[in-house]
């Protein structure tokens, strides 16, 4: 079988993500611009993080969806295919919501048994 994913990184989805930023800073995190001020990679060694804001994720996802994720940090794992990855999900998980291709990538939240995830696959086209 087929290794799919890529890579995991913590997502921390909040309303203004500009204190977080700050934060992140002050403990030696190098910001890994985006080009969006609403989503922020941060690096320190081999160690990664991303910050969202409600309002960018809201723009890929449902309120819900995103109201689920607020104020959390969920895994982001980047995966070589999403169809197949969602494919392999055990019997007790359930698809939340795909995103639309935006930016290049694809999405979907997944709840697995109350633990939730995002996969995510980079595609070509989109928005």
Do not use: C
């Not at 203004?16 to 990679?41: C, K, T």
């Not at 996802?61 to 980047?78: C, E, G, K, N, R």
């Not at 694809?106 to 109350?114: H, L, P």
Request: hydrophobic share 45%; net charge negative.
């Amino acid at each position: 079988m087929q290794d799919l994913s890529r890579r995991v990184t913590p997502l921390t989805v909040s309303a203004d993500i500009a204190e977080a930023v700050r934060l992140y800073q002050a403990l030696g995190f190098e910001v890994v611009d985006s080009g969006n001020p609403g989503w922020v990679g941060l690096r320190a060694g081999h160690s990664h993080q991303i910050l969202a804001s409600k309002a960018f994720m809201e723009r890929r996802f449902s309120p819900w969806t995103v109201a689920v994720l607020l104020d959390h940090t969920t895994p982001y794992i980047y995966v070589s295919s999403l169809d197949e990855a969602k494919a392999r999900l055990s019997d007790s998980a359930a698809i939340v919501e795909q995103s639309a291709v935006v930016d290049g990538s694809r999405e979907a939240v997944i709840d697995a048994d109350g633990l939730y995830l995002v996969l995510a696959e980079k595609v070509e086209g989109g928005e």
